[in-house]
């Protein structure tokens, strides 16, 4: 059973969810991408595709599109054990909201394997709303998967619009219980940025896995963000995350 934590004894608080912000202000989209083994798998994305006689094509998306889509959706979901959170009457509220619903859908040798869905509101915002995939190895690319793909053409469609607000939606803070490590991990090498929502439900308290370790964006008594590491005295631990934070300030809370 996971532990639970009181932070405001650190003089903490947290977000129970944070947002994802890509914080495109201009210039090539690579540039941004934090990881190297990850920009150069995106540089030559063309030739891995081709290699693995894979294809992704983005265009908006239809309300039968969306409903095909939902079924691999609830298919994946379920065999994985993952929370449905989509639903049939998901896309005309996206509609009703003046809102435009893309897919991008990655194929190989022409059957279907993985698709994103998002939204964009004019040029205010493009947020990325859902995902799912087959589970395809690509062997010789270590940092190449369906999901790095979907998301570079999220992106690059973001930047194509002129888009203001670029994100990759919520999840829930407590990374390495709630979300894992490698979630996490995987966001600040695409470039993401961890971020309060507009709206926040502040809790003190935060659940750590079995062996001592949990990472969640906090707030201090100043109201300054960072990315807070919380692990048992004397642990050693040190956390991979950490080398991909540089555009936030990162700390070590023992306790």
Not at 12 to 40: D, E, H, M, N
Not at 46 to 64: F, P, Q, R, Y
Not at 76 to 103: C, M
């Amino acid at each position: 059973m996971n532990k639970t934590l009181d932070i405001a004894q650190f003089g903490l608080t947290r977000p129970a969810r944070v947002r994802w912000i890509f914080p495109y202000s201009g210039g090539q989209l690579l540039s941004y991408i934090k990881s190297k083994g990850l920009k150069k798998t995106l540089q030559r994305k063309d030739e891995i595709l081709a290699e693995t006689n894979m294809g992704v094509h983005t265009s908006v998306m239809s309300k039968e599109e969306y409903l095909l889509w939902l079924q691999q959706y609830e298919r994946l979901s379920t065999q994985r054990n993952f929370d449905i959170i989509a639903n049939p009457d998901w896309y005309t509220q996206k509609i009703d909201e003046g809102k435009t619903v893309w897919h991008t859908v990655v194929t190989k040798e022409d059957s279907w394997v993985g698709e994103g869905v998002f939204t964009q509101l004019g040029t205010e915002k493009m947020i990325s709303a859902f995902k799912c995939s087959e589970r395809i190895s690509f062997e010789k690319h270590r940092n190449a998967s369906i999901g790095c793909f979907i998301d570079y053409a999220f992106l690059t469609k973001a930047v194509q619009q002129g888009i203001a607000l670029i994100s990759a939606g919520r999840s829930r803070n407590q990374f390495g219980v709630t979300n894992s490590l490698g979630y996490l991990d995987y966001k600040l090498r695409f470039g993401y940025e961890p971020t309060t929502p507009e709206m926040p439900e502040w809790t003190t308290s935060l659940q750590v896995r079995q062996d001592g370790v949990c990472i969640a964006l906090c707030q201090n008594s100043q109201g300054e963000n960072g990315l807070h590491c919380f692990i048992p005295k004397g642990s050693g631990f040190k956390s991979e995350q950490e080398r991909f934070s540089d555009s936030i300030p990162w700390y070590y809370q023992e306790y």
